[in-house]
């Protein structure tokens, strides 16, 4: 059974910048890969950024290639992103997910979620 517990979430500005943590616990040796999706209300979930647990590869979505940045450090089994030039429809709550898989090819591919964190962009 794995854990995840997902902080840094707030109000921020348009512009602005914010940084979301996730911290990984229990059977995690079978894990190879951490990801973020997002979900505003009335849409559907979606993905945001995945990155390999051993060797770092990243991968993004167009909405936020460039402005947000996936990292990981394995000793504090802990996941981040950082968002920067936050947009209103930025908005939404962001949830982290663990998959066993490399290179998750989809939202099935990832068995745990965290509980998500709250992200609002608005003046």
């Known amino acids: 059974q794995v854990q995840l517990v997902e902080s840094g979430g707030g109000l921020v500005q348009p512009g602005g910048s914010l940084r979301l943590s996730c911290a990984a616990s229990?059977?995690?040796?079978?894990?190879?890969?951490m990801g973020w999706y997002r979900q505003a209300p009335g849409k559907e979930r979606e993905f945001v950024a995945t990155?390999?647990?051993?060797?770092?590869?990243?991968y993004y979505a167009a909405s936020v290639k460039g402005r947000f940045t996936i990292s990981r450090d394995n000793a504090k089994n802990t996941v981040y992103l950082q968002m920067n030039s936050l947009k209103a429809e930025d908005t939404a709550l962001y949830y982290c997910?663990?998959?066993?898989?490399?290179?998750?090819?989809?939202?099935?591919?990832?068995?745990?979620w965290g509980q998500g964190t709250q992200v609002t962009v608005s003046s």
């Open positions: 997910a663990v998959s066993v898989r490399a290179s998750p090819g989809g939202e099935r591919d990832y068995a745990y």
């Open positions: 229990g059977s995690i040796f079978s894990i190879n890969a």
């Open positions: 990155i390999r647990r051993f060797g770092g590869s990243t």
